[in-house]
C-alpha cells in the first residue's frame, strides 16, 4: 500500500478526532483497519501526526502547564478600601478595591468593586486574572467574607469558583501578618487615592489604576530570570449573577458600567434592579420584587452608549454547567463516544472507495476485539482474510463451496 494512501482517511480520522478529542489513538487504528487501511500501528501514528491535528481541550492544556517544569506562580489576593469615594461611584462611604498578586514575580492588578458580596467578587477576581493573564496554581485570601466565614472555614460558593478556574483555595492565618510584598502594594495603593482626583469616575479610576499596575511592572523587570507558569484562564467568566440596585433618572435612563440603558420615560423616578450574569451578553432590568421590564444586549464596559431594549428572550432553565475545568484530569478522556452520523458518512464513501460494501454498524472497538453489547464493527460481508480459501463466492455466505454446493 503506498504510504500517500493514508491521505483517503483524513476526512474520517479528522471527523471522529473533532467528535472526541481524547479518542485514542489505537481505537482510530483499529477503525481504520477495518475500512481497508494495511498499515501499521507505527506507521498510522506517524501519519496521524504529519496530517491530521486533535483539536484543542481547554482543560488538558491547563493540565499540562500544572504539569510543566517552570514555576507556577500563585495569587495572593487583597482588600484595599478606598475611603469618602465620590457620590456618583454610588458605594456609600467607602468602596472597595481587589487587588491580586504574584507572589514570584510581584506583578499585579487591582479591580474595584461597589459591592463586596459574593457575584461582583467573582466579577472583580475575573478581571484581576484577565488582566494578569493567568491564574496561578493556588489562591491565597485573608479570612474575609465572601471567601470564608469569620471562623475560618471556607465557603462551598468560593470554593465552586477556584474549581472552575483550575486553582486551589488557602486562608493566611490570622495570626500571620501580610508579607512585605502586600504592604508595599497596600502603600502604594493608598498613595495612588490620595493623589486622585475627588471627581474622578469609577472607570476613570480603574483606568488610571491599570496604568498605575503597568508602570509597576516596567519597574520590576528582570533579565535572566526564569519567568513564572501562569494557567490559562476559562473562555467565559464564572456564572456567577449580579444584581444592581439604581434609580431611573428623569430621562427614563440608568447607569451601569460608563453605558445608559433606556427605559420608559414613565418609570422616570423608580427604583429597579439590573441582573446579569457574568458569562451572558445580556442583562435584564427587573423592579425590585424581581419582575421583568426590559432585556438590553450588554455595552462595553466604559464605552459611554445608550442602550435601548432588545427583543431577547429570557431563559429561565438553563444547562447544567461544565464541571470538566477543574484541576484534575479531564474527565471527557474517560467517555468513550460512538461515531456520528458524520463520521459515518465518511466512513460509508470510504467503503464505496476501496470496492467494500458499508458498513452496518459504526466501528469503535478493535480490529480484532468485540466490544459489550455487540455493537462492534460488523461487514456486510466477511472480509478475504475471513473466507475459506475454497470459500463459496456468494454474497453473505460463510460456507465452504463444496458444503454450499452439496446444500444447494
Known amino acids: ?64 502547564a500544572r504539569n510543566s517544569h517552570g514555576p507556577l506562580e500563585e495569587v495572593h489576593f487583597d482588600w484595599v478600601q478606598l475611603p469618602n469615594p465620590p457620590a456618583d461611584w454610588d458605594c456609600g462611604r467607602k468602596a472597595d478595591l481587589l487587588m491580586g498578586a504574584l507572589t514570584r514575580s510581584g506583578h499585579w492588578r487591582a479591580a474595584i468593586v461597589a459591592v463586596k458580596d459574593l457575584p461582583h467578587t467573582v466579577q472583580a477576581v475575573d478581571q484581576v486574572l484577565r488582566r494578569l493573564g493567568g491564574t496561578g496554581q493556588r489562591w491565597l485570601f485573608d479570612r474575609t467574607p465572601p471567601v470564608c466565614s469569620p471562623t475560618g472555614k471556607l465557603t462551598t460558593g468560593f470554593q465552586e ?131 421583568v421590564i426590559a432585556c438590553f444586549d450588554r455595552a462595553p464596559e466604559g464605552a459611554g452608549h445608550t442602550v435601548t431594549a432588545s427583543g431577547h428572550r429570557i431563559t429561565i432553565e438553563r444547562p447544567a454547567r461544565a464541571t470538566d475545568t477543574g484541576p484534575h484530569a479531564c474527565p471527557a478522556g474517560k467517555v468513550r463516544r460512538p461515531p456520528s452520523q458524520a463520521a459515518l458518512t465518511k466512513a460509508q464513501a470510504l467503503a464505496r472507495y476501496g470496492g467494500e460494501h458499508p458498513l452496518e454498524h459504526p466501528p469503535h472497538a478493535g480490529a480484532n476485539q468485540q466490544p459489550r453489547g455487540g455493537a462492534g464493527p460488523t461487514l456486510a460481508h466477511p472480509s478475504q482474510s475471513e473466507r475459506p480459501a475454497d470459500g463459496c463466492r456468494a454474497r453473505h455466505c460463510h460456507l465452504s463451496a463444496r458444503t454450499c454446493h452439496d446444500r444447494g
Not at 490570622?174 to 495603593?189: N, Q, T
Not at 493608598?190 to 476613570?204: I, Q
Not at 449573577?241 to 427605559?263: H, K, M, S, W
Request: glycine share 6%.
Open 1 to 64: 500500500m503506498p504510504h500517500d494512501d493514508f491521505l483517503r482517511f483524513i476526512p474520517y480520522c479528522q471527523q471522529r478526532l473533532d467528535d472526541d478529542p481524547h479518542l485514542q489513538a489505537s481505537t482510530l487504528h483499529a477503525e481504520i483497519l477495518e475500512l481497508g487501511y494495511q498499515r501499521a500501528y507505527s506507521t498510522f501514528t506517524r501519519a496521524l501526526r504529519r496530517h491530521v491535528m486533535r483539536p484543542h481541550c481547554a482543560v488538558c492544556s491547563r493540565d499540562s
Open 161 to 291: 469558583v477556584a474549581t472552575y478556574y483550575g486553582a486551589t483555595l488557602a486562608i493566611r492565618p490570622k495570626a500571620h501578618p501580610p508579607s512585605p510584598v502586600v504592604r508595599a502594594h497596600r502603600s502604594v495603593l493608598h498613595h495612588w487615592w490620595a493623589t486622585a482626583a475627588s471627581d474622578l469616575g469609577m472607570l476613570a479610576a480603574q483606568g488610571s489604576l491599570d496604568r498605575l499596575a503597568e508602570r509597576s511592572d516596567g519597574r520590576r523587570q528582570r533579565t535572566g530570570c526564569e519567568v513564572p507558569t501562569l494557567l490559562p484562564l476559562p473562555s467565559k467568566p464564572f456564572p456567577a449573577r449580579t444584581c444592581t440596585q439604581r434609580r431611573v433618572d428623569p430621562d427614563g435612563l440608568i447607569q451601569l458600567e460608563g453605558n445608559f440603558y433606556a427605559l420608559p420615560a414613565e418609570l422616570a423616578g423608580a427604583a429597579v434592579k439590573i441582573r446579569r450574569r457574568l458569562d451572558e451578553p445580556h442583562l435584564s432590568v427587573t423592579t425590585t420584587r424581581g419582575a
